[in-house]
């Protein structure tokens, strides 16, 4: 099953590019939300998978057992996922707005050649 | 005031700052009040931290008394607390010209807030001493930098910030999978453990931290725009009004290399022979690169954009030399560019202001309308430019003396050549919007009433302010180089660094 979890992240990674070099406004939204759970699969794989063996402390003892599972790439993976969430909620606010106001899907139709205003 | 509290009040004050700004948000006088007060206040909290620092070197505290590689530490030496500094002058002056340079919209719809979150990110990624609250204070600063970046939303802002959000997630997201690298390595995130796992020399996964340490690079490397990296930043940087783009512009790309600076010369130590030689063709890349690139522009912030990452090259021309003089001018040259960079733009805005336009087609003339102008934009682009006495002259002779001492003549020969395209692109700027006759079709046509010219008037106020600064680090550059000395021995001998943050005070 470990085995398995590597090649899922290579494949999220690679799918999740293609979408964000495609030139729809959609699939780069699906591009990014893969992009940010390849990440934190990642972190969530190389902080080692120790199963279960929870790392809480006994009563009568002063340190955890061996062996037990790190508990800190599981924090960090919490506060990434977070932080993924809030920045995949605005960027899909923006691609919503920006496709409101160009009325098109397609990236290659925004270049423009008029100047921003000051 | 204990060096905790003091650690502290960067990041406090505008927290606090912002968040008022946040319940008076439908009164925009108000906010502009609490928001300048905060600016004073901010200011005053990098002189306080730079005394304290100058006193003890290395100032640390743990948040919540976890000691040190359990819990969350915040460390500020010279180099830190000299970003805070300059990032404080610069929001000053940006704050200034927004009051009367940015449009009573965006003021309404949060701009004031943003900017305070956005220093604060700058001072918490300064201040950091945690490789993974590092990637967290760097979102807390990108996030803002989005919603400022696309505040407003006209079609070139969106644009830009589209390109923007999409590159900087994926830098995000490099860093965040460099820290797991770096944890399942070693089993530590605190820089300062960090620093001595790397340097015990039979360490088993030692090897394996290029590998981190090219995830870093790539990572910030997109931040702060290096060479093959930087395509979003024209696009990006030009399309917010002034009052936004130049504190971005001046700042954030500079915090990129903030991070470099210290992550390769704290943590990623042990494979340097392979990474300087990278770094070198890198930051020559950048230069040239950039350079060429403002040379072909025809737009007032373009060109200016386009020295960004010209002058990121410089930057990380000291990192490469990786000398203590070297590092030394990478510092003194941040912290004169930031100045600079941000007056440039400023320049730009208020010559926008009046005649409604960045091209520099459509400008002339400005030279016998607005002298004083003229002089204050010749100064800042000279010093730009690197001409003595001005304050770029001696970050430049610095790196290059570094450089000549370290024998890496290639490198100081490319980025003296530089040199003289800055001169000539600034030259064109000049020659264009203040020295060329007034173009026949009128621009701006619109009567000019005294409000207006009282306005424009006050909008001198923040490019004076700010050249004062340029001018006193240029004419009075001793006490600046001392700092950036001492900084630099700092990065260099961690040893005082290290024991501070692990003597679990």
Not at chain 2, 11 to 27: F, M, N, R, S
Not at chain 2, 94 to 113: E, H, I, M, N
Not at chain 2, 182 to 210: M, T
Not at chain 2, 233 to 249: E, R, T
């Amino acid at each position: 099953m470990e085995i398995l979890l590597p090649f899922m992240i290579g494949i999220l990674f690679a799918v999740s590019l293609y979408f964000i070099l495609h030139r729809h406004l959609f699939k780069l939204i699906l591009g990014l939300i893969l992009f940010g759970l390849a990440t934190n699969l990642f972190l969530f794989v190389i902080g080692g998978i120790t199963r279960s063996s929870i790392a809480i402390i006994n009563k009568d003892a002063t340190v955890a057992a061996e062996p037990y599972a790190d508990p800190v790439p599981q924090a960090l993976l919490l506060t990434a996922i977070v932080i993924g969430f809030g920045i995949q909620a605005f960027a899909i606010v923006l691609i919503r707005r920006v496709y409101q106001t160009f009325k098109s899907n397609n990236l290659d139709d925004f270049r423009q050649d008029k100047e921003p205003e000051p | 005031m204990t060096s905790h509290a003091i650690l502290l009040l960067p990041l406090l004050i505008p927290l606090y700052g912002a968040v008022l700004c946040l319940v008076l948000w439908q009164k925009e006088r108000w906010q502009a009040l609490v928001a300048g007060l905060t600016q004073l206040g901010w200011l005053a909290a990098a002189v306080l931290l730079l005394q304290r620092v100058l006193e003890q070197e290395v100032l640390a505290t743990q948040i919540g008394n976890w000691p040190a590689p359990f819990g969350i530490t915040l460390v500020a030496d010279v180099f830190s607390v000299l970003m805070i500094a300059t990032g404080a002058v610069i929001g000053l002056a940006v704050f200034l010209f927004s009051l009367q340079g940015l449009d009573k919209t965006r003021k309404r719809y949060g701009y004031y807030p943003l900017l305070l979150l956005l220093q604060m990110g700058v001072s918490g990624v300064c201040l950091t001493g945690d490789l993974f609250n590092l990637y967290v204070w760097f979102e807390v600063l990108l996030i803002c930098c989005f919603a400022l970046l696309g505040l407003g939303g006209t079609k070139a802002q969106l644009e830009g910030t589209l390109k923007y959000v999409t590159i900087n997630f994926l830098a995000s997201g490099l860093l965040l999978t460099g820290t797991g690298i770096v944890y399942s390595l070693f089993g530590a995130l605190n820089l300062a453990e960090l620093a001595l796992l790397v340097r015990q020399p039979n360490h088993p996964n030692l090897p394996l931290l290029s590998m981190a340490s090219l995830f870093f690079l790539t990572g910030f490397g997109i931040k702060s725009a290096i060479f093959p990296l930087f395509f979003w930043l024209p696009a990006s940087y030009h399309a917010p009004p002034i009052a936004i783009s130049a504190f971005i512009a001046g700042l954030i790309s500079k915090v990129g290399v903030y991070t470099l600076i210290r992550l390769f010369t704290l943590v990623f130590v042990s494979n340097l022979s392979f990474m300087l030689p990278l770094l070198a063709v890198l930051s020559g890349l950048t230069m040239v690169v950039g350079v060429v690139g403002a040379a072909a522009q025809n737009d007032f912030r373009k060109i200016l954009s386009f020295h960004i990452i010209s002058q990121i090259g410089y930057m990380l021309m000291g990192l490469a030399v990786y000398t203590p003089l070297a590092l030394a001018g990478s510092i003194f040259f941040i912290v004169h560019n930031i100045l600079v960079k941000t007056n440039l733009f400023l320049v730009s805005g208020v010559v926008a202001q009046r005649h409604r336009t960045f091209s520099l087609k459509k400008l002339g003339g400005l030279y016998l309308r607005q002298p004083v102008l003229a002089l204050l934009f010749l100064l800042s682009a000279l010093s730009l430019a690197g001409t003595p006495p001005l304050s770029g002259f001696w970050g430049k002779l610095m790196l290059a003396k570094a450089g000549f001492e370290a024998g890496s003549y290639t490198l100081v020969a490319t980025s003296l050549c530089v040199s003289l395209v800055t001169l000539f692109s600034m030259t064109k700027i000049w020659t264009e919007v203040f020295w060329k006759p007034k173009p026949v079709i009128p621009v701006g046509a619109v009567a000019e009433t005294a409000e207006d010219r009282l306005r424009n008037q006050y909008l001198y106020l923040p490019v004076a302010l700010l050249l004062v600064f340029i001018l006193f680090i240029g004419v009075y550059a001793g006490p600046l180089v001392r700092l950036a000395e001492q900084a630099s021995q700092g990065l260099l001998h961690i040893e005082k660094y290290t024991q501070t943050v692990l003597s679990n005070n």
